[in-house]
């Protein structure tokens, strides 16, 4: 059985099987942009710099265990689909409240 047929698609795009050193670092700094994304666009509150250093600080922890995770998984990409999701809504949530503006004047 040939490892990189099972490998998810950002691991075979970065060659995780052929380059493994670049290609984990590669893994895993997108999976902590992609985090970082997701968690603006749906978690993210106002708190004061160290809260946030520590948020991050834990982001980044979690996302060494989800990059290994994602070698065989689709962690980047169901932190895509996440994305995604939360742009539609926020999209959405806007063009709402623009609405809601408009029909009380």
Known sequence: MDVSERLSFFAALFRVDENPAMGMW??????ILLSIVVYKL?????LPLFQTILIYIFLILGC??????GVFLPV????????LILIIYKIRLHQQKKQ??????
């Open 100 to 105: 809601d503006a408009a029909n009380l004047e």
């Open 64 to 69: 060494t265990v989800l990059t290994f995770l």
């Open 26 to 31: 590669l893994l895993y700094i997108t999976i």
């Open 42 to 46: 749906g978690f993210a509150k106002k």
């Open 76 to 83: 980047a990409e169901g932190l895509i689909v996440a994305a």
